[in-house]
């Protein structure tokens, strides 16, 4: 394994790093908080860092007429490869440096897809981008729950009762989605035992962010952050209001933000003092009614949404993260 780098932890806004990797000259929606996350992530891992960008919002946004906003070494890769080429440079960097090409230190590398790129047509090469522990990497993806570049289809990672336009609202039909959301950062927990780190956070909190985007890119080995970001235009809300809607999905349980490293599971505000029942869950209503893509749904369907979380959080065997039950007096 190469070596990794050794961050310290950010106590706060003001001890944000100052130097921007990724600053202004895309051409993404006003408000749109998956530039944000890649703000964040690029500040955090530092100018020593390589990003490997899917096709998505954030690389046709930030990549157009040869204008690029990224301060430090990007490359393109094709929608379902973003494991594929992460891991690919992450060995191509180990090979030079021990043939002596290239000089012998810490690289971040760092792949950054969204939740169509991950979750859907990557899932497969990013799964095995995390059982070779031989090689660091992180796996960022930015979930704005549908596939928003190419007009807001439905994804994987899309709410249930979400309108899109591959699931409309008719007469026959009120709900056209009635999948729940997969939970992509706990299938990467669960199904990986050699990847140390997996975690998920919210553009919301960015210093929450930054701090597991460092504590994935030191732990050494394959790692995976799930990154949840309000998108005004696929959610149909004002965009002045991207970083309030983080933070009603969080409190109403929509998002957890948790940490999964070395196999402990420890979770982070808000959701860590809901598990702690220091706060409770807002009700889902407001969160829902301020989103055009839910317009739809009547009292009856939110019903329906509040009564799945809260069996998500009150009786699944981690609440809010993997739906395994321990079965009776297996832990006797």
Request: aromatic share 8%.
């Amino acid at each position: 394994m190469t070596m990794t780098m050794e961050f310290e932890r950010i106590r706060g806004v003001k001890a944000a790093p100052l130097p921007e990797m990724y600053t202004s000259g895309h051409r993404t929606c006003q408000g749109c908080d998956s530039a944000l996350n890649c703000r964040y992530v690029a500040k955090a891992a530092g100018p020593r860092s390589i990003v490997l960008g899917a096709t998505g919002c954030m690389y046709v946004a930030n990549t157009s007429y040869y204008s690029t906003p990224w301060a430090i070494p990007w490359m393109h890769t094709q929608l379902g490869a973003t494991g594929s080429a992460t891991l690919g440079v992450s060995v191509s960097l180990k090979v030079l440096m021990r043939k002596g090409k290239i000089k012998n230190e810490p690289i971040n590398v760092v792949g950054i897809g969204g939740d169509g790129a991950i979750a859907d047509m990557g899932l497969a090469a990013v799964s095995a981008t995390l059982t070779w522990p031989e090689y660091n990497s992180l796996i960022v993806m930015y979930d704005n729950e549908s596939y928003a570049n190419t007009g807001v289809q439905v994804s994987c990672q899309t709410p249930y009762g979400a309108h899109t336009t591959f699931s409309p609202v008719g007469t026959v039909k009120r709900i056209m989605h009635k999948r729940w959301k997969k939970n992509t950062a706990a299938m990467m927990a669960a199904g990986h035992p050699e990847c140390r780190y997996v975690a998920s956070a919210c553009t919301a909190y960015p210093i929450d962010l930054m701090n597991k985007v460092r504590r994935a890119l030191s732990i050494g080995g394959p790692t995976f952050v799930a990154i949840l970001c309000p998108c005004p235009k696929g959610w149909d809300f004002d965009p002045r209001y991207s970083h309030e809607m983080g933070e009603m999905a969080c409190k109403a349980g929509m998002w957890a933000n948790w940490e999964m490293m070395d196999g402990k599971l420890t979770f982070q505000t808000p959701s860590s003092g809901i598990i702690k029942g220091m706060v409770e869950r807002a009700p889902v209503t407001e969160y829902l009614q301020r989103q055009g893509r839910f317009d739809h749904l009547i009292k009856e369907d939110i019903d329906h949404i509040q009564k799945q979380l809260d069996k998500i959080w009150g009786e699944w065997g981690i609440p809010a993260i993997l739906p395994f039950k321990v079965a009776e007096g297996e832990l006797a």
